[in-house]
């Protein structure tokens, strides 16, 4: 049974940074491909940044620059560094893991930019 527990979320100003992590239980972490999405209110889910078993990233257009992905499989986490957020950037955020075709979501955390 694998579990995400995403954690960090809140509120920052326009130009502040934010380090969301997510918690991952169930065996085979080093192995499963592992995501940020994030979703605002009235539009659909996106892809945020993704790494893969082997370490590497990808990251949306919007996200490049500014936030970075890491993980560490000692620890079981996955990590999203936001620097430089916008308001455009308040969404919740969720972390995303697959792993040999089974995909898993957490509840998601709350991230809010103020003007």
């Known amino acids: 049974q694998v579990q995400l527990v995403e954690s960090g979320g809140g509120v920052v100003q326009a130009g502040g940074s934010l380090r969301l992590s997510c918690a991952a239980s169930?065996?085979?972490?080093?192995?499963?491909?592992m995501a940020w999405y994030r979703q605002a209110p009235g539009k659909q889910r996106e892809l945020v940044a993704l790494i893969s078993s082997l370490g590497v990233t990808t990251y949306a257009a919007f996200a490049k620059g500014r936030f970075t992905i890491s993980r560490d499989n000692v620890k079981n986490t996955v990590s999203l560094q936001m620097n430089s957020l916008a308001p455009e950037d308040t969404a919740v955020y969720y972390c995303?893991?697959?792993?040999?075709?089974?995909?898993?979501w957490g509840q998601g955390t709350q991230v809010t930019v103020s003007s």
């Open positions: 995303k893991s697959d792993s040999y075709g089974n995909t898993h």
């Open positions: 169930g065996s085979t972490f080093s192995a499963r491909r």
